[in-house]
């Protein structure tokens, strides 16, 4: 059975979407953060050094990174291809694969950095470096998203995991008022039903 490694407020709820909605078996084990640094305590970096969350384990393989985590959960479960395309229509599978990655390869680290420059007003080069390379990407996504109900169509993908999360992660720091479209993106993701089952198994 799968193991999912779930570090409490963070990126793995929406791996846990992501088992939810595919409708595998799996178990949960839950980690809490260290309440004066909200970093990973060490019984998460016992089951791997980086300490960092999501981490599944299936038989002997262990995976981080969480697009690599979607993409083997989507090959191995969903064999109706619901939620990824065919690899043998590999254009349609390249635009698609971009999606995955883009969201922790590209969006992420400018919502890092206004994260972390929140905390403090003293910074002069990187608050308006990350404020104009998050108006350039939630631009970018919302001209992507446009009048679609997620990123790719009218139906959800492996890439809605990812960018959900990104468009989650704005709106706690703030960024997300500017993109009414992707706040209703955001809350159409919320109110799946398997999204809600996800958040009753880790969160409450």
């Known amino acids: 059975m799968l193991t999912l490694h779930h570090l409490r407020i963070g990126r793995s709820i929406f791996t846990v979407w992501l088992l939810e909605e595919v409708g595998c078996e799996y178990q ?10 909200m970093r990973a305590q060490d019984d998460l970096k016992a089951v791997h050094p980086l300490g960092k969350s999501p981490v599944i384990e299936d038989d002997d393989l262990m995976l ?14 969903d064999s109706e291809h619901r939620f990824h395309p065919r ?19 590209s969006v992420f680290a400018p919502l890092l950095l206004k994260m972390l420059t929140l905390r403090s007003t003293d910074h002069p080069v990187i608050t308006p470096f990350s404020d ?3 108006a350039l990407h939630f631009t970018h996504i919302t001209n992507q998203l446009g009048d679609k109900d997620y990123i790719l169509g009218d139906t959800l993908s492996g890439a809605d995991f990812g960018m959900a999360y990104m468009v989650s992660m704005a709106e706690r720091l703030g960024q997300l008022e500017p993109y009414p479209s992707l706040q209703a993106y955001l809350d159409r993701c919320r109110a799946r039903p398997a999204f809600i ?3 009753n198994k880790a969160v409450e």
């Open 28 to 37: 949960l084990k839950e980690y809490l953060r260290n309440p004066e640094t």
């Open 64 to 77: 981080t990174e969480s697009g690599t985590i979607t993409a083997y959960v989507l090959d191995k479960y």
């Open 87 to 105: 690899r043998d229509d590999l254009k349609t599978w390249a635009r698609y694969h971009q999606w995955v990655t883009y969201a922790e390869g």
């Open 132 to 134: 104009a390379e998050i």
């Open 197 to 199: 089952q996800a958040i």
